[in-house]
T-cell receptor, first 112, second 112 residues
């Protein structure tokens, strides 16, 4: 079955440093989504990427979808303490309205 | 309602007992998903509904797990003869059909 791998599992950064998490799928994806889960909270949708090579930005967050639609990355510039949480990628091989396969997430820990 | 709601928020039960978890999706969302998340871990897909039908039951861990959705709205996840390894947070999400999934706050299940 489809597998989505995410690295690193944990990332410690100093406040103000940049952060990147990477997502790789064993199969070609129709789309990839990114979610953020704050400690004690539930996953919250951030963005969906659909097109090969797509790049989207949300303030300090930059999301990329690989040309082969098998990998993706999330980059945060100049981290802030509010960025703390776990970032999950989730891939779909179908038309979108099916069960997503989530990566195990990257836990971002920020030291002030 | 404004978001996905789940009940109960917490459930403590004894091994061997049955439990029923409820999810109220966002009004009008046709797709509904159940996931399981163990402490500090990623999301494990359980089942997906499109309307009242469940085209993908592949994630249900055993025949002790079942789910139904009536009227294209509320869904219940039932776990029979609970085991200690069933302890986790059970998350429900709904989607208008494509794109983002909107998660509820989850039900924290503890099996003693």
């Amino acid at each position: 079955g489809q597998q989505v791998m995410q690295i690193p599992q944990y990332q410690h950064v100093q406040e103000g440093e940049d952060f990147t998490t990477y997502c790789n799928s064993s199969t070609t994806l129709s789309n990839i989504q990114w979610y953020k889960q704050r400690p004690g909270g539930h996953p919250v949708f951030l963005i969906q990427l659909v097109k090969s090579g797509e790049v989207k930005k949300q303030k300090r967050l930059t999301f990329q979808f690989g040309e082969a639609k098998k990998n993706s990355s999330l980059h945060i510039t100049a981290t802030q303490t509010t960025d703390v949480g776990t970032y999950f990628c989730a891939g779909s091989s179908g038309g979108g309205a099916d069960g997503l396969t989530f990566g195990k997430g990257t836990h971002l820990i920020i030291q002030p | 309602g404004a978001g996905v709601s789940q009940s109960p928020s917490n459930k403590v039960t004894e091994k061997g007992k049955d439990v029923e978890l409820r999810c109220d999706p966002i009004s009008g969302h046709t797709a509904l998903y159940w996931y399981r998340q163990s402490l500090g871990q990623g999301l494990e897909f359980l089942i997906y509904f499109q309307g009242n039908s469940a085209p993908d039951k592949s994630g249900l861990p055993s025949d002790r797990f079942s789910a139904e959705r009536t009227g294209g709205s509320v869904s219940t996840l039932t776990i029979q003869r609970t085991q200690q390894e069933d302890s986790a947070v059970y998350l429900c999400a709904s989607s208008p059909g494509l794109g983002a999934q909107y998660f509820g706050p989850g039900t924290r299940l503890l099996v003693l």
